[in-house]
């Protein structure tokens, strides 16, 4: 009988417990001063290409208050259709009663497609999403910046054309230089590769950029992959730059080349001893392959950043190659490193690929060749044609017959942070290779660097002139 009353007892209870709690519960907050809290005052969508839908970008609503907060409505004040939402798992333009329950969140999702500006210029978009709770209005600003682009689609120049930077070019499939034809690109051309997009020269690639306005190719994603991490960081975005066997005479100054699959690649191009590709203050970074393979081509790098790839910056096989103040370099972020700093082939017998050609002849000069993994494939040179002249090494060795005047074993002291995805190759203060260039090395061209700055007459080692940081 005694037990029969406690399981009663704990039965009433439970009652008592489930009526006043779902009393409490569903006790909605009325006061005016009662508000959501926002995660973030603007939403940035960043650089979208017009007429294209951007990525899903997101904020968190929080209700820090002990009752239930009711947003009467959720809209987006213009009304032009730009941005699109989802609410808490509901698509939508308008959104009415959204409930928050007590110290919890929702998320709401965005995404925008740009109408065209009619213009080559960045166009600002803001637009307002108002959020009423208990008669007051609280807004978070939706924010884009929209390119009007050229969009190419298997693109292929047939006769000499010349791109301008009046509006960036966003290529589909390929673009291809015919031989015989020249493409020229005007100081500032942006060109943005889609995903498996590529570039075949079997003609000719003139582009002429300046330290205030260079040319750019690169993938076509903007944003972060996550917090922190920009697509500017990934290679694997496009596939790269190829000059076929048919390519000649191709001049890159002031041009960058990021986030490719294979890098820039020169294939069997040597016909003459003038360079097939050459470089003046370029930049060739994040590469899943090289960031740079030549076959038994000519190439000539003044003032180039060649760095970060997982199979090794830089590859030569064969070929006649000068290396004038460039900075090799590699501190590549998402997987082990497959080869040195430089990879070298085709220079004697020992490395003889059987093509019957002339063993490679290579001089590299007031240049830094360091980062993680080994710097150069050949600790041993005797007897080739490849030399390494007042360069700073990361291997402790001593200088000879091809290693002249060298700086071993010494660290450059780069700006580079790779935990932090900080990738900057300018010297810091007490680097040991400012002012250890040699001028007379200096090749005219390379007076001065890719931003613009004079080397002097005690010129550093390496692309970047030391900027007193």
């Known amino acids: 009988m005694n037990g029969g009353k406690h399981i009663f007892a704990v039965l009433a209870a439970i009652v008592v417990m489930t009526v006043f709690g779902s009393c409490i519960e569903d006790d909605i907050t009325t006061s005016a001063s009662d508000q959501p809290v926002f995660s973030v005052d603007t939403l940035k969508m960043g650089m979208v290409f017009t007429q294209e839908g951007t990525p899903t970008r997101s904020f968190r609503v929080y209700n820090r208050h002990d009752k239930i907060l009711n947003i009467s409505s959720i809209s987006i004040r213009e009304g032009n259709g730009i941005f699109r939402l989802n609410v808490d798992g509901m698509s939508g333009k308008t959104f009415h009663n959204v409930e928050i329950r007590p110290n919890d969140s929702i998320y709401v999702f965005v995404e925008a497609t740009l109408p065209t500006n009619g213009n080559g210029s960045l166009t600002t978009v803001n637009e307002h999403l108002d959020f009423l709770t208990n008669g007051v209005t609280r807004t ?33 499939d390929s673009l291809v230089v015919k031989e015989g034809a020249t493409l020229t690109l005007d100081a500032g051309t942006h060109l943005y590769f889609h995903d498996k997009a590529y570039m075949m020269v079997r003609g000719t690639l003139i582009a002429e950029g300046t330290p205030e306005s260079p040319i750019n190719f690169t993938g076509d994603r903007t944003g972060n992959v996550v917090n922190g991490i920009p697509y500017e960081l990934m290679s694997g975005q496009w596939g790269g730059l190829t000059f076929s066997p048919t390519s000649r005479d191709n001049r890159l100054c002031h041009t960058s080349i990021r986030n490719t699959t294979y890098g820039v690649q020169v294939d069997s191009t040597s016909v003459s001893d003038r360079p097939t590709l050459y470089m003046l203050n370029c930049q060739l970074r994040n590469s899943t392959g090289h960031s740079l393979i030549a076959i038994h081509s000519n190439v000539t790098a003044i003032g180039c950043e060649i760095a970060e790839a997982a199979s090794g910056t830089v590859y030569l096989r064969g070929g006649n190659h000068v290396f004038n103040h460039c900075t090799l370099a590699n501190y590549y972020l998402f997987s082990a490193l497959g080869g040195p700093i430089i990879g070298l082939d085709h220079i004697n017998s020992d490395t003889d690929d059987n093509t019957g050609r002339p063993y490679m002849t290579a001089d590299f000069t007031n240049t830094i060749v360091y980062g993680n993994g080994t710097d150069i494939s050949h600790g041993d040179l005797t007897g080739t044609s490849v030399t390494l002249r007042n360069c700073l090494l990361k291997s402790n060795g001593t200088n000879d017959d091809n290693f002249i005047n060298c700086l071993w074993g010494k660290d450059p002291l780069y700006h580079t942070v790779r935990e932090q995805y900080l990738f900057d190759y300018r010297l810091k203060y ?18 001065t660097d890719m931003q613009g700055k004079e080397r002097g007459s005690t010129p550093d080692m390496g692309a970047y002139v030391y900027s007193g940081q």
């Open 140 to 172: 978070v600003v939706l924010n884009a910046d929209g390119q009007d682009v050229d969009r190419k689609h298997g693109e292929v120049i047939e006769t000499d054309t010349r791109w301008t930077a009046d509006m960036p070019y966003q290529i589909y």
């Open 430 to 447: 007490g680097s040991p290779a400012i002012g250890a260039a040699n001028p007379e090395l200096t090749l005219p061209e390379a007076a």
